[in-house]
């Protein structure tokens, strides 16, 4: 392991890291216009898509509902839940696949399947 790698899960550093933002905004004090504050959480994949697995965990964990498909004003998919803790808002989201085109692709798969099995019976 690197001197730059820590054994420390990401959570718990990013839970410091919220911690330390909560202590400094305690030093501001009243202001005159109220705060609106918002949390945008995005679990990152390795490619195209993020990970819908890691919005559900996080989901339930700070809003107790997993994440859902939802489709976005620019076409594209999230798998995303919000909700509030408090006065904050909280957002947690990542880019999925059409769960429509990925039923279309489900759909032709097994056609072809049973053609193919049509076609192991004629051959046979």
Request: aromatic fraction near 2%; charged fraction near 25%; glycine fraction near 8%.
């Amino acid at each position: 392991m690197s001197e730059h790698q820590s054994t420390t899960p990401q959570t718990v550093t990013l839970a410091a890291n919220l911690r330390e933002i909560a202590d400094r905004l305690e030093t501001v004090g009243e202001l005159a216009q109220p705060l609106h504050v918002a949390l945008d959480i995005l679990p990152t994949g390795n490619g195209q898509y993020d990970r819908p697995e890691v919005v559900d965990a996080v989901g339930v964990a700070l809003l107790g509902a997993p994440g859902k498909p939802q489709r976005m004003s620019d076409r594209t998919w999230h798998h995303n839940t919000s909700g509030g803790v408090g006065q904050v808002h909280v957002r947690i989201f990542g880019a999925i696949p059409d769960p429509e085109a990925r039923s279309e692709v489900d759909r032709l798969k097994a056609e072809l399947a049973e053609a193919q099995a049509k076609l192991a019976e004629v051959g046979a």
